[in-house]
């Protein structure tokens, strides 16, 4: 059965240091998400992506953060300046059709991010 | 977005039906009543989704009130590995973003 893939699993970096976090999605599926859940709270939605565009992004997803499709297969999340906050596990999902028809988003199994 | 209520917590025995509430009283004519699940420290997993007729796949049912205020995702023989935070979420329109609770955690015993 096909799945999300994401890379690492953990990753410890330094307040101030930029991340990239790295996703492959189900490859016929057409839209691209990144989530993050803090330890103890609730998934939170960051960012939609479709046609190598942005199609929605949350309050969240600031300046600091970036998508990219670099290929036909990768889906990446950039932090440029990782603060304390952005400590959580990070969740790349896919899905093959946009919102209101047959949606059922796939999410990857997450990169955990410690920025200390 | 509609809101939804679901109690924080239930216990199910192994091989017991498990049946999971959810109030969505604001939902739109036009979002679905989508089902996710996360195990622990796990990525969310779609379950089942529908708008107004009772559905039914290989992993549960989800059953509709003809109001649509309320739906029951039904696990029929619930196993130690279906222990979980289930989330109702309701979902469509013009957003694609899934908008996760707090969920209700399943808690099955042995």
């Known amino acids: 059965e096909p799945e999300v893939t994401q890379t690492p699993s953990h990753q410890v970096t330094q307040m101030g240091q930029e991340v990239i976090l790295r996703c492959v999605p189900i490859s016929n599926h057409l839209y691209f998400y990144w989530y993050r859940q803090i330890l103890g709270q609730k998934v939170e939605f960051l960012v939609s992506f479709y046609n190598n565009e942005i199609s929605e992004k949350s309050e969240i997803f600031d300046d600091q953060f970036s998508v990219e499709r670099p290929d036909g297969s990768n889906f990446t999340l950039k932090i440029r300046s990782t603060k304390l906050e952005d400590s959580a596990m990070y969740f790349c999902?896919?899905?093959?059709?946009?919102?209101?028809?047959?949606?059922?988003?796939?999410f990857g199994p997450g990169t955990r991010l410690t920025v200390t | 977005d509609a809101k939804t209520t679901q109690p924080p917590s239930m216990d199910c025995a192994e091989g017991r039906a498990a049946n999971l509430p959810c109030n969505h009283s604001t939902i739109s004519g036009n979002e679905y009543v989508y089902w996710y699940r996360q195990i622990h420290s796990q990525g969310p997993q779609y379950i089942i989704h529908g708008l107004k007729n009772n559905e039914t796949n290989e992993m549960a049912s989800l059953i509709i009130t003809e109001d649509r205020k309320s739906s029951t995702l039904i696990l029929p023989h619930a196993t130690l590995r279906d222990t979980a935070v289930y989330y109702c979420i309701p979902y469509g329109g013009a957003t694609n973003k899934l908008i996760f609770g707090t969920g209700t955690l399943l808690a099955v015993q042995p």
């Open positions: 999902a896919s899905s093959i059709q946009p919102a209101g028809i047959r949606n059922e988003q796939y």
